[in-house]
């Protein structure tokens, strides 16, 4: 049972509804959708799904708008969505959800009312690079801009796990994001990370520079949040800036507009390769229950795939996996 | 007067002297071609060069690789390349430097020869980001792995003073790299930075977010050098890589290669305007002496465009305004 807050994000709820369903038939996947009931049903009507024993409606009054503060927001508006949402998770009635919100206010939501699994520092949250041979993991992309070395040896088994049960990679390979790949080079931070890694068993790769991430040659590349979020921001713009560049640098040259023109369907096709949508959002791992969490621009497809990525979450029992890895290696956190 | 260290990066000497004597002859500056003897003067005798009294040559027995460890290396060779270039600055018989190698190690020659100006904590290194409307300025972009926030604060006016001496910008504005525009988002580094710099009357305009680095809008972008090298290597990387993906995606496609072909002369311009050797290596500032690092693979282009820049920095006073905006912002450490 994956819920969805249809309310959130910058798209209206209609195309969540639609999206969300789409997943539920393909997937045999039951889900609940959280938001305002009439608007809801008078989806689901439209969409000719009423009545339909794989979907519940779950009414939630408010909504957390995607530039509100986080900690405020779900403090002021308990009734929201999301909060609504996660509580659902909390009390087991849904394994997951999907979300195409505000990423603040689902993390602050979630640590609020699912918690975080017994010994694990702070969740992770996961995005996904294009590399030359498909792509990579990226954790954490943006829910911790401070971490500590412990954080980040946990990050690397939470990307390690989805790797192995969600993607299927066989041993996968674990790196350090860094400034260089000596040993010696980076921060800090960095340093220590590697220095808890380096005698685990484990596919560990060392450490691996901003230039070598796009290889595809490393499966998990683990950061702090800050220096995370930055990197997937930079890459992003850095693929459409490239066309703009070249579209500036074309001007008013005929042949070179045609040429443009022509090679348009391999642009067209790139982008969508790139296209966050076409990811299921971003997983964030590690708390006592399954969360991934949409680009606030999340149409359908995005919560197909959102969804999608939910059930495989928690039909692969990813948590189990996790906690399990993390003890074989020591690394929970010791509760007194 | 500015030292050449002709020996050391990836290239032979002959290619950095040629650029060398080319900027001496362009811009009426002095040189002191620092290196082998012999291979220089042979250099200069194909060159056509010897005896111009604007070149001078100062032996120098080793060079220091582009992948040994720079401390130890500094240690070992007292003699090579990067060291003698660098007392050279120390006993003023030099005003400027410009070394096309190893960063780390011409780095630690610096401060073991030149050293800090009084005052400063740590030197800056400044990289040039191309944006939609020219280039911006990213500092620090790898010298410094671990920063404090009162570095931070001096690097925004190392850029600041570069930006209007140096590139003759007016009234140049001065951004955070963090991930979010809104005063609360950050890390502890970043949100400390934005507590020393916002009461200053500069054209501070707060945090700009990955997304938003290639606008053009800031003129200055600070960050810690481990972030800083991060973004500088996903940024030269995802631009190589939009073309490897489109062509990745054209495969046999007939006309989109016929397309590709005809529209590549903007491709290849747009190459030729995120080269580093155009930007004349990255300035490392905020030291009592002003050194100019070139790329590895740094050709008679970069070294011309390197000792133009070095040249730029020694001409323009940039030190002695430096200390001056420094000082009336009250942020130079206070020595006992």
Known sequence: MIAVDVMS????????????????????????????ETVINSALKKL???????????????????????????????????????RLVKDGKAHGLFSPGNTGATLVASLMNIGRIEGVYRPGL???????????????????????AEYLAQFAFMGEVFARKIQGKKN?????????????????????????????DFNFVGNIEGYDIFNGDVDIIVCDGFVGNIV??????????????????????????????LAYPAVKKLTSKIDPREYGGAPLLG???????GHG??????????????????????NEVLIKRLDRFKLRKKVA
């Not at 994001?177 to 800090?188: A, D, R, T």
């Not at 921001?233 to 443009?260: N, P």
């Open 287 to 293: 708390l006592n229950g399954n969360v991934v969490i």
């Open 172 to 200: 996968p390979s674990v790196g350090i994001l860094s400034i260089g790949e000596e040993k010696s080079k980076g921060n800090e931070l960095t340093l220590k990370t590697y220095d808890i890694l380096k005698d685990l």
């Open 48 to 86: 000719k799904y009423t009545g339909h024993k794989r979907v519940k409606v779950v009414h939630a009054d408010e909504v957390i708008g995607m530039h509100e503060k986080p900690t405020i927001a779900c403090k002021n508006k308990p009734n929201s969505s999301i909060m609504v949402s996660t």
């Open 297 to 318: 621009a999340s149409d359908d497809v995005a919560a197909y795939h959102g969804v999608r990525m939910a059930n495989l979450i928690v039909k692969n029992k990813f």
């Open 232 to 261: 997937v921001k930079v890459t992003e713009r850095v693929f459409k800036l490239t066309f703009e560049f070249v579209w500036q640098e074309i001007g008013y040259h005929l042949f070179q507009r045609i040429g443009f023109a």
């Open 126 to 148: 996961v995005t996904f690079v294009p590399t030359l041979k498909g792509s990579s993991l990226l954790i954490d992309a943006g829910a911790n801009p401070d971490c500590k």
């Open 9 to 36: 994000g910058e798209r209206p709820p209609d195309v969540i509804i639609k999206g969300a369903i789409r997943a539920s038939q393909e997937f045999n996947v039951s889900i609940i959708l959280v938001g305002d």
